[in-house]
C-alpha cells in the first residue's frame, strides 16, 4: 500500500471528524451523519483495488 493512500485516509479523517464537531454542536446531527457516511464511502471507493487484490491472492494461494 502506497504511503499516498495512507496520508489521504488520515487527512479524510481528520477532515470528516472536525467537520462532524462542528456540524453536532450546531444541532445538526444528521448532517453530521451523512458527512461520516460521505467520508466513510469515499475511503472504501479507495480502498477497493486493495481489497480485491487481496481476495485474488488469497484464491491463488489456496488454488480455489
Request: aromatic letters at 10%; one cysteine or more; a neutral charge.
Amino acid at each position: 500500500m502506497e504511503i499516498n493512500l495512507i496520508l489521504k485516509i488520515a487527512a479524510v479523517g481528520v477532515m470528516v471528524s472536525v467537520i462532524c464537531q462542528i456540524l453536532k454542536h450546531s444541532g445538526r446531527d444528521e448532517h453530521a451523519f451523512f458527512v461520516s457516511l460521505a467520508g466513510m464511502l469515499l475511503v472504501l471507493f479507495w480502498l477497493l483495488p486493495y481489497i480485491s487484490q487481496l481476495f485474488e491472492t488469497i484464491q491463488k494461494m489456496f488454488g480455489l
